[in-house]
């Protein structure tokens, strides 16, 4: 059945600028996440816009969004300011994802093939080459690939999408730039592999939920050497 007009693209320009927001946001998101745009610092439009090498309209859309998920807050006659980040705002955004990753897991683990286990192997041990090799954009390649082989075995398509959405506030880049999180990750990987090959669903989820409550403790740790969590605690909860 096809679609009224009315439904349809009308154009190719505004999804390309829609992503083209989404990625900025991502940027932006990630750099807060990580500490790098700390509470307090205010995101220039003109400077953030020549940074990236766009306009500054994706620049505006992309703090829209940050606002609504209340990272960042419009001053009046100032621009956007970063929001504090607290320690139960990191606890809550991995509780959230080790929660449906559990649910994606148990069902993984009743459906994944011999040829997806032989496949998340693979791609263990070309991550594990990477770590080795203090390659940091090849080991956030490779992470994502060996979650999204996992989740998909789920066949809980829905599920996997929720997971993947509260992902984006997990800054990659810092734990790929980790060594010792690299290594403990491979190694994880690897008894949850063997896990997956005994069909022991409670090892899986184990492994699964580890890697989450892991993230958050590291992340944490260098949020609070860095001094994030300080601005929190002098002004109290965000609004």
Known sequence: MNAPLSARPRSRRPLRRAQLSDEVAGHLRAAIMSGTLRPGTFIR???????????????????????????????????????????????DIFWLQATIARELAAAATARITDVEIDELSRINDALAVAVGSADAEAIATLEFSFHRVFNQASHRIKLAWFLLNAARYMPAQVFAADPRWGAATVDNHRRLIAALRRRDAVAVAEHTVWQFTDAARRLTETLDRNGIFSHAERVGPSP
């Open 45 to 91: 439009l003109d400077e953030t816009a020549a940074e990236l090498g766009v306009s500054i309209t994706p620049v505006r859309e992309a703090l829209l969004k940050l606002r609504g998920e209340g990272m960042v807050q419009l001053e009046p006659h100032r621009g956007h300011v970063v929001l504090p980040l607290t320690r139960q705002d990191i606890d």
